[in-house]
């Protein structure tokens, strides 16, 4: 059985930062793909951040410079790194791995509000 599990979540004031945590069990994050997808309530997921099994990273446009995705292979974990939060940036965030992107974290509310 796989689960991803994400934590870190929280209210921020704009220009915060947070840093959100996937720990995935019964899946090796080294050799798959990693993803950090939002959303908000009426709109589609939106693809965040990716890291892949060689460690490349990519970023939607929205966030780049201000987030950084990073992996952990020992404690089979992926981060992301907020920095520089803006309202905007308020959403649920989920975590996505596995082949053809078949697994999905139970998600982890962001509030970036005043």
């Given at each position: 059985q796989v689960y991803l599990v994400e934590s870190g979540g929280g209210s921020v004031q704009p220009g915060g930062s947070?840093?959100?945590?996937?720990?995935?069990?019964?899946?090796?994050?080294?050799?798959?793909?990693?993803?950090?997808?939002?959303?908000?309530?009426?709109?589609?997921?939106?693809?965040?951040?990716?890291?892949?099994s060689d460690g490349s990273t990519n970023y939607a446009d929205s966030v780049k410079g201000r987030f950084t995705i990073s992996r952990d292979n020992a404690k089979n974990t992926v981060y992301l790194q907020m920095?520089?939060?803006?309202?905007?940036?308020?959403?649920?965030?989920?975590?996505?791995?596995?082949?053809?992107?078949?697994?999905?974290?139970?998600?982890?509310?962001?509030?970036?509000?005043?």
């Open positions: 947070l840093r959100l945590s996937c720990a995935g069990t019964g899946i090796i994050f080294r050799i798959n793909d990693e993803h950090w997808y939002r959303q908000v309530p009426g709109k589609q997921r939106e693809l965040v951040a990716s890291i892949t920095n520089s939060l803006k309202p905007e940036d308020t959403a649920v965030y989920y975590c996505n791995s596995g082949w053809r992107g078949a697994y999905w974290g139970q998600g982890t509310q962001v509030t970036v509000s005043s």
